[in-house]
């Protein structure tokens, strides 16, 4: 019954919470700058706007343009919920699997990139091609991540890996520090963040998630972009709940446990949205066909973590 | 026959036309039209500009030799006149504008597709003064074709995701590879020409400043120099070095912006919020002390509105002493990054010779070697009086012109050094005699040389004002600078050119 409450809280937590991460980027970015900056609140209000305004779908658009944006943001949330945030006691907890959450999430980029090729603009075409030219990279390499994590773990749950690594059995491992490399270069790919595409960007020729979502609007566009940020506080828990799982509070637990959780997690996500505001002032975008590159490393970080495992292992 | 001449011995060989300043103009005959045509193809003349007026066609050259300007014209009875395109492949724009403005048929012209009338004027051929012209461009238009295997195109614009001016853009891709990019633009036709016609040179003037709204300075100076050289005045002496300091504040200004901007372009944000707050400095000087930021109608014929007062100039030093060194830190930072290097070097390179051959100036023909810059050749005042260097580079991409503006920043920190220096004293402002003639000017703005053409009536009426903005030359480079480029590099390609759109479409 507890485990379903907290199952609940949670799903709605990290719902509730994306907009925030998001407008504590772009507060970062622009006092960055020197701008003074929207307040954190602003994508709240952006979403809320959206979903007043009117929907407006292009002619040529099929069933699949209206449906996707509904299962782009079901895909997500659902991988979100799976995630433990602020404690490993939840409902959904032992469903988790990271090799589900990359094919919810690909499940996700899939209808995205359907959506945009389905109105027949050059646009949505050019921006699918980018974005699957992006993931034909970036998914080896985050299952290469969850491969070798449950190498040393023994398993693909996150709750059990944060457990393993809460129970100090991991130390200071080379593996570990490779696959949270490769992860975090992940993260930035699959949420569209400097250097690989620009979320603020107004050139139609240079965008990749954006370009596919061009021609969506009002409450299709809301889904669409709460998604985003959605999956945007999804990757930092996870780099949180694998890497730095303290204070995550467990099925032993008390209220105390509970909150220290709750603010531990807050904290950190909060830190990484201030790091990734940050990283994003100090660099330009790459070239497309850079990308490869970008993502090859990761792809090479997360394969060298394995061998690491198996070197180890021979010693 | 005809040896290899220079252009004032070839046109020695016309009928003068009197009253024509500071440059001779010459009236040629359809064999002297031809003539010409064959020395432009053996000699190293720049087409500046090529215009309509009535039945006649005015082309403007420069001797490259000797830095010689010339106006030549045409009278074609039947509306036909051979065409220049051959030769001087920046002509086939002006002569697809001439021939939808004018009605006049460029004879050997290739491309025969209307330019600036898209099948939406009320009346055909505007300016031909003939009535009741029926229109007849058609609303549709004919891309050139291209041919190959996959390939696909993508339309661009005329409305954009940015609050940019309107232009279409049409990308031919393998992928994404760009094979070709096809430029329309016009929309943002206003027909200057025809309004400009039967003006007052005081409301003229205005309307000059307003052709392409961010070199507003350039066109004021322009116009009023153009005026004054129409009506044998000269500006007050302290006017000409009050226009250098307007002019040279509204480069550094543009300059911050488009360094800014590029760099936007490649998702790093903060060079252009930077950059923005430095050419918001200018922008208040500009507004605080001389009443416009942009210094709109600042520049009149005759000389200037406002002077620079005691208290500004000492403002003015102290604000190129911060900006100086507000502009260093971001040249070091445009310097040091990697990932925006990586970016600008060896992108969108157009070559030199390409550049030649169109004539282009500014920053984009000097980044490609090019060089010119109408403060030096034909030069006009203050600038004889006054040392900065002319940077010129070889490379073409936008690295290159990325480094030529801010060495004309740099430069303009220096200019304005001087101007405030030794400014003379005196009148702000002489009047303009009413007198009809007809006078030119070439001046320097932020993109390039602008050309500006009138003829006045006795009355001091305009009877006839061609302005020639830079931009018409650039275009087309930025065609062929894209070319082989990937789709994703044209913001930063178009950026770097920042072409007029409004000073183009007329």
């Given amino acids: 019954m507890t485990a379903l409450l907290f199952g609940i809280i949670h799903t709605w937590l990290v719902v509730g919470f994306a907009p925030l991460i998001t407008g ?60 433990p945030t602020f404690t490993t006691y939840m409902i959904l907890t032992p469903a988790a699997d990271l090799i589900a959450l990359v094919a919810l999430l690909a499940t996700a980029r899939f209808f995205t990139a359907l959506a945009g090729l389905d109105v027949g603009t050059a646009f949505g075409g050019l921006g699918a091609s980018r974005e699957m030219f992006v993931a034909s990279i970036a998914e080896p390499a985050m299952l290469t991540v969850t491969f070798s994590l449950s190498l040393v773990a023994h398993t693909t749950s ?43 960007t107004h050139l139609e020729l240079t965008m990749v998630h954006e370009a596919m979502v061009l021609e969506y609007s009002g409450r299709h566009l809301a889904l669409l972009e709460a998604a985003g940020m959605t999956r945007l506080l999804l990757y930092m828990s996870v780099i949180v709940c694998l890497f730095f799982p303290w204070g995550l509070a467990g099925p032993e637990s008390g209220p105390g446990g509970l909150l220290i959780g709750l603010f531990a997690w807050l904290g950190k996500v909060l830190v990484m949205a201030v790091g990734l505001g940050l ?12 990308v490869a590159d970008f993502l090859g490393g990761a792809l090479l970080l997360a394969l060298l973590a394995t061998i690491f495992l198996y070197v180890a292992e021979a010693v | 026959m005809l040896g290899n001449m220079t252009l004032m011995e070839f046109l020695g060989g016309g009928r003068a036309v009197p009253g024509h300043r500071p440059w001779p103009r010459v009236q040629l005959d359809e064999r002297g039209w031809r003539e010409l045509l064959h020395q432009m193809a053996i000699s190293e003349w720049t087409l500046l500009g090529l ?8 082309v403007a050259l420069r001797d490259d030799a000797d830095g010689s300007i010339g106006v030549a014209s045409l009278h074609c009875p039947d509306r036909r006149f051979p065409s220049l395109s051959e030769v001087r492949p920046g002509a086939i724009r002006l002569e697809r504008a001439i021939r939808d403005l ?52 993508i339309p661009v614009g005329p409305v954009h995701a940015g609050v940019i001016e309107p232009g279409h853009f049409r990308f031919t891709c393998a992928g994404e590879t760009v ?120 520049v009149i014929p005759g000389g200037v509105a406002v002077d620079l007062t005691r208290e500004a100039t000492s403002v003015l030093r102290t604000l190129i002493h911060d900006l100086r060194k507000g502009f ?22 157009v070559h030199g010779s ?81 007198r009809g003639g007809e006078g030119m000017s070439l001046v320097e703005s932020f993109r390039g040389e602008i050309l500006m053409w009138v003829r006045l009536s006795e009355v001091g009426k305009v009877v006839r004002c061609h302005p020639r903005d830079p931009s018409w030359f650039q275009w087309p480079l930025l065609e062929a600078a894209i070319e082989g480029n990937i789709v994703a590099d044209f913001p930063l390609c178009n950026k770097s050119f920042n072409c007029s759109y409004s000073g183009a479409d007329l």
């Fill in chain 1, 158 to 200: 996150p709750a059990a890996i944060a457990n393993f690594v809460l129970g100090g059995h991991v130390g200071l491992q080379v593996s570990f520090g490779l696959a949270l490399g490769a992860l975090v270069m992940v993260a930035i790919a699959e949420n569209g963040r400097i250097p690989i595409d620009n979320p603020a």
């Fill in chain 2, 102 to 153: 004018h009605g006049l048929i460029p004879e050997g012209l290739a491309d025969l597709r209307p330019w600036l009338d898209h099948g939406r004027w009320p009346l055909a051929v505007p300016l031909a003064g003939l009535r009741g012209a029926v229109p007849q461009a058609s609303p549709d238009y004919s891309f050139l074709p291209v041919e190959g295997e996959s390939l696909h195109q």
């Fill in chain 1, 279 to 290: 990283f994003e002032s100090l660099i330009a975008k790459m070239r497309v066909f850079r």
């Fill in chain 2, 179 to 298: 094979v070709r990019l096809e430029e329309r633009l016009g929309y943002t036709h206003k027909g200057v020409e025809s309004l400009m016609a039967g003006r007052p040179v005081a409301e003229a003037a205005r309307l000059a400043g307003r052709i392409s709204g961010d070199s507003t300075v350039a066109y004021a100076i322009a116009f009023a120099r153009a005026v004054e050289a129409a009506t044998g005045a000269e500006a007050a002496p302290r006017a000409d070095w009050l226009r250098a300091l307007f002019a040279e504040l509204e480069r550094i200004a543009n300059h911050l912006l488009d360094i800014g901007a590029i760099a936007n372009d490649a998702a790093f944000g903060f060079l252009l919020a930077r950059c923005m707050v430095l050419r918001e400095q200018i922008l208040s000087f500009n507004e605080t002390y001389f009443g416009h930021r942009l210094l709109m109608d600042r």
């Fill in chain 1, 24 to 83: 504590v980027v772009r507060l970062t970015k622009a006092r960055l700058q020197g701008r003074r900056g929207a307040t954190v609140l602003q994508p709240y209000r952006d979403l809320w706007r959206l979903l007043k305004k009117e929907s407006v779908v292009a002619d040529s658009a099929s069933w699949m343009f209206r449906l996707a944006p509904y299962g782009i943001f079901v895909a997500v949330w659902l991988a979100a919920t799976t995630m």
């Fill in chain 2, 51 to 58: 215009w309509g007026e009535g039945k006649e066609i005015h």
């Fill in chain 2, 328 to 349: 260093k830190k971001l040249v070091a930072i445009y310097d040091d990054l990697p990932s925006l290097q990586d970016r600008t070097v060896g992108t969108g390179i």
């Fill in chain 2, 354 to 434: 390409l550049a030649y051959r169109f004539g282009a100036g500014g920053f984009v023909g000097r980044a490609s070697s090019h060089g010119g810059d109408a403060r030096k050749v034909p030069g006009y005042p203050p600038y004889d009086d006054l040392e900065f260097a002319v940077p010129v580079r070889p490379d073409g991409d936008v690295n290159a012109r990325v480094w030529l503006r801010i060495e004309e920043v740099q430069a303009s920190f220096g200019l304005l050094e001087q101007i405030i220096e030794t400014i003379p004293g005196g009148h702000l402002h002489r009047p303009v005699p009413t």
